[in-house]
T-cell receptor, first 112, second 115 residues
């Protein structure tokens, strides 16, 4: 069965600092991997996804993630945090024929 | 292009009642999935429909059911509501299915409170 582990339920950074949100997955076949962001009282918005090809994926709002098969990881990064990045972030995994499985989420706080 | 639309956005029900939530996918999308989001359990998959057929089902009791219509619109129903059913119910749609890694787009959700 597939699973996703997000390390750290809460991450705090200062404005301008590097953002690193960790995600490790478990899948017996090559996975499709996603990062979503959720702002308060809203649905989920796709930040980026990896299906095949280039392992470094660039998304919206300056975020990027790198698929590392050997480490079964798909960590999300952003070089410089902005106050507007404060939200909850979800990593998710799927593979052909199965549903999207989410991690527990990481709340990102950004202080000035 | 309109996004995934869910109605109603907010509702309050009493224990023992039933509720029906509606979802209109993005035009052209044939796959619709439903998720339950709670603070304790996070995002949990309920079921997925593709061309009116349920393709995947999560680990929820039979009180939770759904269907998809020929125009791809979907409804989910929860019968005999329990306090623990209070949650944000999210609908998502995609062009085909996850076989091709199509992006899955989410609606803003229906907030259900059971009292």
């Amino acid at each position: 069965a597939q699973s996703v582990t997000q390390l750290g339920s809460h991450v705090s950074v200062s404005e301008g600092a590097l953002v690193l949100l960790r995600c490790n997955y478990s899948s017996s076949v090559p996975p499709y991997l996603f990062w979503y962001v959720q702002y308060p009282n809203q649905g989920l918005q796709l930040l980026l996804k990896y299906t095949t090809g280039a392992t470094l994926v660039k998304g919206i709002n300056g975020f990027e993630a790198e698929f590392k098969k050997s480490e079964t990881s798909f960590h999300l990064t952003k070089p410089s945090a902005h106050m507007s990045d404060a939200a909850e972030y979800f990593c998710a995994v799927t593979r052909p024929g199965t549903a999207l499985i989410f991690g527990k989420g990481t709340t990102l706080s950004v202080s000035s | 292009k309109a996004g995934v639309t869910q109605t109603p956005r907010y509702l309050i029900k009493t224990r023992g009642q039933q509720v029906t939530l509606s979802c209109s996918p993005i035009s052209g999308h044939r796959s619709v999935s439903w998720y339950q989001q709670t603070p304790g359990q996070g995002l949990q998959f309920l079921f997925e429909y593709f061309s009116e057929t349920q393709r995947n089902k999560g680990n929820f009791p039979g009180r939770f059911s759904g269907r998809q219509f020929s125009n791809s619109r979907s409804e989910m129903n929860v019968s005999t509501l329990e306090l623990g059913d209070s949650a944000l119910y999210l609908c998502a749609s995609s062009l085909a299915d996850t076989d091709s890694g199509n992006t899955i787009y989410f609606g803003e959700g229906s907030w259900l409170t059971v009292v």
